[in-house]
């Protein structure tokens, strides 16, 4: 497995049809669902302040995938967000998410004054937040009610940070 950044149209199609995979049968680990992804024009540059990593089989098959960019309000710009994390399920516990991850924070660290990687997670996704503590982040607030699921269903959400 090798992991790139996403920049040309197969890789940005393969993402999209990842993504609407898991949002599609894990609905409850997302906040966005299918239809929010209609029309959308591709999330992330290629620098290191916007960039959306793929961690590819030895065939090529995108089997993870995650997001950064920095904030751009000159009084945020030190802060970035990791979104949209997902690892295939034929993919989960090989390692794959933490190794998306540390690639992400070292590829971030190459943007000048980044002092900060914060992300959102369901509360109740205990795999994801167990992955983002052991690598430093930590929890810095909680929202209940957060997410509207579906009618009469909520999701909490905690907000984490690392800093660096």
Excluded: C, W
Aim: proline share 3%.
């Amino acid at each position: 497995m090798f992991i790139k950044t996403i920049t040309e149209a197969p890789e940005i199609k393969a993402y999209y049809e990842l993504l609407t995979k898991a949002v599609t049968e894990e609905p409850q680990f997302f906040r966005l669902t299918p239809a929010d992804m209609v029309g959308e024009s591709f999330p992330t540059e290629d620098t290191p302040e916007s960039f959306t990593l793929g961690a590819f089989s030895d065939e090529g098959e995108l089997l993870g995938t995650v997001g950064f960019k920095r904030d751009s309000f000159v009084k945020l710009h030190h802060r970035g967000l990791v979104f949209r994390m997902y690892v295939s399920e034929k993919a989960k516990g090989l390692g794959l998410g933490r190794k998306l991850l540390q690639t992400l924070i070292e590829k971030a660290k190459q943007g000048e004054g980044l002092r900060q990687i914060y992300l959102t997670v369901i509360s109740s996704n205990s795999r994801a937040k167990n992955l983002y503590i052991s690598e430093g982040f930590e929890r810095y607030s909680f929202e209940k009610e957060a997410i509207k699921m579906a009618e009469n269903e909520y999701a909490d959400e905690d907000s984490m940070v690392k800093y660096l």
